[in-house]
């Protein structure tokens, strides 16, 4: 050891951290080595990640894929399943893709097709589809929430409409009805308002005032209305009208006329408002459903559901959708196809849509016994169906234009901006955002 | 006479310390006050208006079901193994490499220290990407060769614990306090033929344990704390951390079951808080002072 | 091999009082002495290990990264190279000065706050008294709670309708204030939190620190009549500058790098009132995979933590007396 100074008595300490500090390694690598699953008999291993790790999940989509092991196993096909949380999803996807070591097939929000697509990291489907019968048995709009350029990415799982939750307690309380249109709705909120100094102990509604969130529920006013964020081929940006404008203005209206809060009026942990009466009106998806179940069960049969009030131009929701994808990259393509088209089956959607309340994305599945046990989930259901509905433009640069709007519509709401300034603010920025390299 | 008023102002003055230290550890306490009592109350009394600091009802069923909505056994065996070795093994690492930084003379000292200081000052987000590639493809792991072809140190205990082995911020710490090591110490020993070693680990070492405590504490808390980096590279039930345990409590994209998420941060939270109480003794170690 | 850089040196306590010789004289000097020499390759052996790892895991990606700033990256595409494009763009960026700015000023509320409270709170827990063992813990609590939980804790006391902090504001006959969702309050409002989240931590540090220090001292200041206020002036204080550095440079990190509680809690809002650089830096990354250009951000972030480190070092240096 003559890279030591000491001699006589370092000797033995050194070689004891030396040894100390090989040992560390030594099981490091030996772990790493010793949790290889070797399957080299000619089996080809699947791996799937579904998104949201809560129990239920957990059981429901285990449960699905058990059973497609058990199929295939004379295939040689296995599946392995993961979970992972909805909040973290989009990192640890983006990272493993990047380290080409993705998942063969992957569950996320059908918005995020237009980017994945332009990265090649999603195979379209559309030659698989081609032979597949049940694909007629889907909900247009949720197919068409994963779309790209004419090119289909996505298998629906789960359906995420919005629509209009009131309390007809409330409502009879004040002695008026669901009006025709937002801006009567406008009007009448005044009646549901109940002050306690400056604190709400009953707003109107709840609206969002920032994230996707606002996007989703503003955009919908804006397309009743007859506007749109960009033109049809997505080439430029065609928010800078008087729809937009009136969209704008009426969102505002609810804070600017002290019906609602400025901070939310949902903040009572999971509680939702609706089910503890803070609110007489949301704009909402199926999980609200269970949400006022779970935390408030008296309110549930107050709650009724309805299409939204019309805008200037009838009723438009927004229809979105979460689904499997398959990685672009996967060696094992066919066996991925059988994997989601199993998945996509009858008894699978209609198994996860009652086990876990997820909208159900075929049409055969709309009318199931689970569907019609459940008043609000019913009813629901069946206005999917009848509103007309209309999916976020899948472009890859969604999310930067997303923000642009939001960025946008939130400073009109504040105040900093007018709704004029806001909605030609964002025309300008969405066209130089679609413009850049 | 004179004494005894001292005596008096003294403990007027100890019950003032006491009464302040009583009012921020409230302060500093309530948060995790809240949710133990929330984890208590029934979901239907959860979220009462004015809020209720004594639960109405006393309900244990969300530690039932946080008990039973992951496996925690196995995530606490995890998270134990993981940062006890990167604990103890990043305490010797740290103290050596702080200890020839402070102490040992050698030309490229302050730059090689400062490289250190500054890889610190990159946010992690724009080096997972890097290090994730890193960790998948390193050399002659998991099916890999030279450089790629299989998985790496990808969902093994090793990519928790390898690449975290060195925190340079431990590295800064241990320099810190064996900078303010007296020198007479070192050249008293080195007279008495000691080597460099020896001269670290038998007399240098044994005088910061305050910060070797204060070390065992961080590195401990943040493994234990630790969910971003272990989500990443984990792939496998088997092999995650408490952490992950309580991902799971999100019950949709946008709602969150509260009861059980609070209970069980609760049983999460105290093996940390047990070990600090643990090392506490040691933070103390040195000089046993009286008041001052 | 580099040697010792005379500007960013932290006066080593061994030094020898080198005069001006040429870089070769000093070399030369150096490694004439045989003791030097040893001592030399032992410290050489010591970082070693560190070092080893250090390279690969924490320098690579770093170096990585910087390049990948000078790239149009963006996870799924290789990109190209762009030379300063990335850069160049963020003068023009909007966003990108904004986030600047919510840094500036959130590091202004929580640096100096978080250093003095906790150097305070050590102050306070450094003596001997029934359930101090209590108090330490208590302060420490706020740092092993997972920032996922407290998150949502501290979302619900700041809640404007139902909130805890509102509830007593409005018993004192106060207004209420819309915390999360006022563009002036909510970046203060992440500030206390991530205070009281920290200041636990530099407690337990300062407390070290105060450990280390000679208790003879404080006995002779005694015997010469100096009172508590004046021995902490003359005694602590000085003698606590390495670890004060040490909590100086890791709070500036640890604060410049705040990310949990924002995407938690307000996720850059309201209108982007709390989008930091490093929010930022996780909005271009990973949600439009733009990481070129995050990976930009990240390094004007990382120049800015850097010189704030070099100054500092700079004024450390000045008063720090280690041999005793």
């Known amino acids: 050891m003559p890279l030591f100074a000491g001699k006589s008595k370092g000797d033995g300490t050194v070689k004891k951290w030396i040894a100390s500090l090989l040992i560390i390694f030594m099981i490091a690598v030996v772990t790493a080595c010793g949790d290889q699953n070797s399957s080299g008999d000619g089996e080809t291993e699947l791996t799937i990640w579904v998104a949201g790790n809560s129990n239920q999940i957990q059981d429901t989509f285990r449960a699905i894929i058990d059973d497609f092991n058990e199929q295939h196993e004379s295939e040689g096909i296995k599946a392995n399943i993961q979970f992972e949380p909805w909040g973290e999803l989009d990192q640890k996807l983006s990272t493993s893709l990047a380290g080409g070591v993705g998942p063969d097939v992957f569950m996320h929000g059908a918005a995020a097709a237009a980017g994945f697509a332009a990265g090649n990291q999603i195979e379209p489907l559309n030659a698989y589809f081609d032979d597949w019968a049940d694909f007629s048995e889907f909900n247009p709009g949720y197919l068409e929430a994963g779309s790209v350029e004419g090119d289909y990415y996505v298998i629906p799982i789960q359906g995420a409409n919005r629509m209009m939750f009131y309390r007809e307690d409330i409502f009879r309380e004040a002695g008026v009805e669901v009006p025709e249109t937002l801006d009567e709705l406008l009007e009448i909120s005044e009646a549901f308002v109940e002050k306690d100094g400056s604190r709400f102990v009953r707003a109107a509604t709840n609206l969002p005032t920032e994230g996707n969130d606002l996007q989703q529920i503003w955009s919908a006013f804006l397309w009743s209305n007859g506007g749109d964020i960009l033109s049809e081929d997505y080439t430029e940006a065609a928010i800078n009208s008087e729809e937009a404008i009136k969209a704008i203005e009426f969102y505002k209206g609810f804070f600017d006329r002290e019906l609602t809060p400025i901070a939310g009026m949902g903040g009572q942990g999971d509680q939702h408002p609706l089910g503890t009466g803070e609110v007489a009106f949301t704009f909402d998806g199926v999980w609200a459903i269970e949400q006022i179940q779970t935390y408030t069960p008296d309110a549930y049969e107050h709650v009724r559901v309805t299409a939204p009030p019309r805008g200037l131009d009838g009723t438009t929701t927004l229809v979105g959708s979460s689904g499997f994808f398959m990685n672009a990259n996967s060696d094992h393509k066919d066996a991925a196809w059988k994997l989601m088209s199993f998945i996509g089956d009858k008894d699978n959607i209609e198994k996860v849509a009652s086990e876990l309340k997820f909208l159900p994305v075929r049409l055969d599945v709309a009318d199931a016994d689970f569907v019609q046990e459940d008043r609000l989930f019913a009813e629901f259901v069946e206005l999917t169906t009848k509103v007309n509905g209309k999916a976020n433009p899948n472009v890859p640069r969604w999310t930067a234009i997303r923000d642009i709007v939001v960025a946008n519509v939130e400073k009109a709401i504040y105040g900093q901006l007018t709704p004029e300034e806001a909605v030609e603010n964002a025309e300008k920025e969405i066209n130089e955002e679609i413009n850049r390299n | 006479m004179y004494r005894n ?201 044994p005088l910061i344990k305050p910060a070797s405590a204060t070390l065992v504490v961080f590195v401990f808390s943040m493994m234990w704390d630790d969910f971003f980096w272990p989500l990443i590279v984990i792939n496998d039930q088997n092999l995650m951390p408490v952490q992950l345990g309580l991902q799971s409590f999100q019950t949709s994209q946008y709602t969150t079951d509260w009861g059980p998420l609070m209970a069980a941060t609760v049983w999460v939270s105290l093996p940390i808080i047990i070990v600090f109480l643990f090392a506490q003794k040691y933070f103390m170690n040195i000089n046993v002072s009286s008041d001052k | 091999m580099t040697n010792n850089e005379p500007n960013i040196q932290v006066k080593p306590p061994s030094s020898p009082s080198s005069k001006k010789k040429s870089y070769f004289q000093r070399n030369k000097d150096f490694w004439g002495s045989t003791q030097r020499r040893k001592r030399a390759l032992a410290g050489y052996t010591f970082i070693a290990p560190a070092y080893l790892l250090f390279v690969i ?105 139902n909130g805890l902090i509102n509830y007593v504001l409005i018993q004192l006959g106060f207004n209420p204030q819309s915390w999360l969702n006022d563009p002036n309050l909510a970046l203060p409002a992440l500030a206390f939190m991530r205070v009281w989240k920290g200041v636990g931590w530099n407690m337990v540090i300062f407390l070290a620190g105060l450990q280390s220090i000679p208790k003879t001292l404080y006995e002779a200041a005694s015997i010469e009549g100096a009172g508590g206020w004046k021995s902490f002036w003359k005694i602590t204080w000085p003698l606590l500058a390495p670890t004060t550095f040490f909590v100086f440079v890791m709070a500036t990190i640890s604060t410049f790098q705040t990310f949990g509680e924002i995407y938690a809690m307000t996720s850059g809002g309201p209108v982007g009132s709390t989008t930091t650089l490093v929010y930022l830096i996780f909005v271009y990354g990973f949600e439009r995979y733009e990481m070129g250009y995050a990976a930009a951000i990240a390094f004007v972030l990382f120049f800015i933590i850097f010189v704030l480190t070099l100054i500092n070092m700079f004024i450390t240096q000045k008063k720090v007396n280690y041999d005793l």
Not at chain 2, 51 to 59: G, S
Request: net charge positive.
């Open chain 2, 5 to 205: 008023n001292r005596e008096v102002k003294r403990l007027i003055t100890s019950l003032w310390i006491f009464l302040l230290m009583s009012a921020i550890a409230i302060i500093m306490l309530w948060p995790f006050i809240w949710m133990l009592v929330t984890s208590f109350k029934p979901n239907t009394e959860m979220f009462t208006y004015p809020p209720t600091i004594i639960p109405n009802e006393i309900v244990f069923d969300h530690y039932v079901s946080a008990w039973n909505a992951a496996p925690w056994e196995r995530f606490f065996f995890n998270t134990a193994f993981v940062a006890g070795v990167i604990t103890f093994s990043s305490l010797f690492l740290c103290a050596l490499t702080g200890y020839a930084f402070a102490r040992l003379e050698f030309p490229g000292r302050n730059f090689l220290f400062l490289l250190l200081l500054a890889s610190m000052m990159i946010p992690f987000e724009v080096m997972l990407i890097p290090l994730y590639l890193i960790v998948v493809n390193f050399p002659f792991t998991g099916g890999n060769g030279l450089w790629g072809g299989g998985t790496g140190l990808l969902n093994t205990y090793s990519a928790l614990i390898v690449p975290r082995l060195l925190f340079p911020f431990g590295v800064f710490l241990m320099r810190q306090f064996f900078l303010t090591l007296p020198k007479s110490l070192e050249d008293a020993a080195r007279i008495d033929g000691c080597s460099e070693f020896g001269i670290f680990w038998r007399v240098m070492f």
């Open chain 3, 57 to 161: 895991f924490l320098f690579i990606p770093v170096i990585w990264a910087f390049y990948l700033s000078f790239t149009s990256y963006t996870i799924f595409t290789p990109g190209e190279f762009v030379g300063i494009g990335n850069y160049s763009r963020l003068v023009n960026d909007n966003s990108f000065r904004t986030a600047l700015w919510n840094t500036t000023y959130y590091a202004l509320m929580v640096i100096p706050l978080n250093i003095s409270i906790s150097l305070c709170l050590a102050l306070l827990v450094n003596r001997k008294m029934k359930g101090m063992n209590f108090f330490r813990a208590a302060y420490y609590v706020p740092v092993v709670t997972s920032i996922i939980a407290a998150s949502m804790i501290w979302m619900w006391l700041y809640d404007s309708n």
